[in-house]
């Protein structure tokens, strides 16, 4: 299992010193090698134990990445892109060593077209200094995954989170990326319109493809125009399955939520704990409802009514805006929260994804589960999609509890794999998931294959990633 | 220009014969060689001349499709995918000869889950058919391209039409389709669940890949509920400047309208005659509010701000439902419409799609060089989208008249791609648009070359489309 430290990978030792060399003395204290900033860019969100890279590139243009690109390439040796670092399954390790290329200098904002609703950005940008920028634009830029993670990481990772319920995720929202190959080429996946039926659909490609195909250098995004109206609050339900079939009826009667977001007990807990609220400590429906004025309470008023049929309630609403950012903010933090139930503890953050019909079925065999397993994890989940967290706090230094945790972990996946589902809804595979894409896409798992080959052929381009080595 | 007679591209004779014994003594009479049958396949709704293949297989069952391919396959024979017939760009067409597979045998629907608002069916099912089986099921596939298209053809060339504004393309609405790869391979491209981020995004890549890569045997499709409320009507503007700018300013706002559709002056003249109707023969939107009543009453009320801000009106509301159908099949007849204009010639269908902030300017600039030209090509689009399309009404026994349509068509194109716009919104590249895909995508088009390379190193799917000999 991933979660165990790998045996390190071959390491092109004199490919890596000869593209250090070449890079120092091209873009002199942009490359770093010292300990601090090469331990920073391996040591993420993620359990994994970190595997730092040899050298951390900060580029500032495309053209600079371009360059450097071609110095890694002509010695093979692996390039790392790095965002915000708030991946969760190992992305940003570097298991053959490498060269990070961190590209937070790279954050600029190029242009805002307002009458077609979008933006490209470089990819540095985080979501919040893209949403800050926009501010008086009447626009905003819905992908949230919670983290503020950087908009060529999220594209990278598929990232979706709170809203994508009503906005959908980055799949959806990318309307075109620029990406230098390992070849060094520049490639443009697509033009600005809104659609285009020419050719393969390269910008979905390179969406989810973590950094294995190609180093981002900007993105273009959809953007929406900020509702006139939103309303939220939180909602208790007496189970798990009450609260999971409300998301069902919700969802089926087209009611255009904007979030829905479930945390189970323990959770409530946590957050009670930690952003200090009081709410009921059973599990609850975190809403948003956006739209018109009367849009907006004509949806609240409907999903009274499917809530009372599953003997949900009482409704709190966080009417004003500020109350509506505090609850926000609460379940923001239910990663930090989570340390409450357990101080000292490390998070294992994992996530699967299920048909929603099959989403009661799978949380409450997995609360029977972690209970019986006698592991300390709280449940979240984008559950309009069919998605949820869960966090396990572990003592990283008892082998025992960490092989307790795998086996959870194992089972989840197989779980919701059994229940049509996938092993990660918004994560990535990285390094932690490699184990169950046999079994999720079979024979797919040869195609893609094909392509990292045909596109990456000495596999230079984030290593031992989706399609490393511990994969089957 | 693809609208002349290619020279035929080199036949592979002797493995054609070997695979057509083989397949006919396999199959029977579900392996089709006669005249008719093999020209009706490659007679489609293209302006493109015909290129029949060799014979027609019609497979009942995916395991049949895997055997057939694996035939072709080993004597290294083309396989053309056939759905409706309905698509535009010589998709069908069999430049080296080869085997047409026709998927209309396969139509079932194989499952719908009404919990998680999908279904899964095999390729042939049209979309009349398959809105028709879920008729009782308070769901409906919205994907409405005009023609009653299969399903498989749908996905194969990432179709979209008049309501894509509201629910997405293909593009969006496949979750995951199963197919049969050039070794003979069956690969479903991702589980049931509305998201994941597990792995390269194989759907995506298959939809919109006009049957180059594999043989679609199903497709897993989001469903939507039909809306408590519909309501719609025609809407004339003085100009179609007039009309696209109130278009611009429905989108900004934020209507979430379900049908936004221009049809010209001289399309309205051919809907009035065709169709029987007696609309102002000037720019008209076609429009149509899915909601609850409140919700639809509240979208059709700011629409009318909207409309009376650029002089638009007065609004014709179909009200009843059988007005609306009156409607949108005249709007959906547009194709045979365009033939009252004049009658006796053919219809080169072309579409571009661009940013909707560059629409008016685009459209305008069309209708002008029409009128430069002498042809007689009225317009309509998808609006929403930054999509319209151009029927020229050709005869195509004038060499004269084909060549200043040819260059006509090819001005729209570089007009498109000079506003950052796309050759093909929603037709797809088949033999016809690929001299555009270089202009378009640059680069792209070498990763797209790989990956077909990668995938299907004989070229026995549907060769000479997409990335065919004609693109350079």
Redesign the interface.
Known sequence: MAIAAKAEAERNEKGIATAIERLASRFGDRLQTGHAQREQHGHTTTYIPTQAPDAVFFPETQEEVQEAVRICAENQVPIIPFGAGSSLEGHVNAPQGGVCFDMSHMNRVLSV??????CTVEPGITREELNHYLRDSGLFFPIDPGANASIGGMAS????GTN?VRY??M??NVLSLTAV?PDG??????????????????T??L???EGTLGVITSVTLRL??I?QAISGGVCPFPTVEAACNAV?MT????I?IARIELVNALGMRAINTYSKFDYPESPCLFLEFHG?E??VA?QAETFGEVAEEFSGGPFSWARAAEERQKLWKARHDFYWAGFTLRPGTKALATDV?????RLAECIIETEADIEESGLVAPIVGHVG???FHVTVLMDMEDPEEIARAEAFVSGLNKR??SM??????????GQG?MR??RE?????????R??????DPFNIMNPGK??GPALD
């Not at 990772?157 to 979706?160: D, E, L, P, Y």
């Not at 969802?251 to 087209?254: F, L, S, T, V």
């Open positions: 077209n307002q009458e077609d609703l979008d990772t598929r990232a979706s994508a959908g995720t799949r959806e190959m080429r520049l490639v443009t996946t697509a033009r600005r319109a809104r659609k285009s039926s020419a050719g393969y659909d390269l979905r490609l969406v989810g493809s929406h125009g509702p069902i969802i089926q009667m087209g255009p018109t009367s849009g004509e994804c299920v048909p929603i019909s999609d069919g998605n919701a794999l049509e589902g996938t092993c990660t809804g918004e994560h990535g595979i998931k169950y894409l999720e896409h079979g024979d797919g798992v040869d195609l893609m094909s392509i990292k080959q045909a596109l989706i399609l």
